[in-house]
């Protein structure tokens, strides 16, 4: 079993920045394949970026691609998202998820965290 928090959402204009924290607890962190996703008022949950266990590659939605970062730290069990520019298109509830497969398909996720907003608006 693994408990994912969430952390770092808020209001921002557009143009600025916010980073997302996942603090993960209960299993091996280092072994999951981490991804973050996102959900705005009547969509389907998104993938925006996925990190994966071992080699650390990294894969991006285009929309979000040389706007986002996903990085993690093992040694404190903390998964990353730096968003910058930031445009109002952004806003949703941003999820972490944790799981055994790299993929953008929310379904191949086991473990998810609770989310946290992300709200760009002048």
């Known amino acids: 079993q693994v408990q994912l928090v969430e952390s770092g959402g808020g209001s921002v204009q557009p143009g600025g920045s916010l980073r997302l924290s996942c603090v993960a607890s209960g299993s091996t962190f280092s072994s999951y394949h981490m991804a973050w996703f996102r959900q705005a008022p009547g969509k389907e949950r998104e993938g925006v970026a996925l990190?994966?266990?071992?080699?650390?590659?990294?894969s991006y939605v285009d929309s979000v691609k040389g706007r986002f970062t996903i990085s993690r730290d093992n040694a404190k069990n903390t998964v990353y998202l730096q968003m910058n520019s930031l445009k109002p298109e952004d806003t949703a509830m941003y999820y972490c998820?944790?799981?055994?497969?790299?993929?953008?398909?929310?379904?191949?996720?086991?473990?998810w965290g609770q989310g946290t907003q992300v709200t760009v608006s002048s």
């Open positions: 990190m994966a266990s071992g080699t650390g590659g990294t």
């Open positions: 998820a944790a799981g055994p497969r790299y993929s953008f398909r929310p379904e191949r996720y086991s473990y």
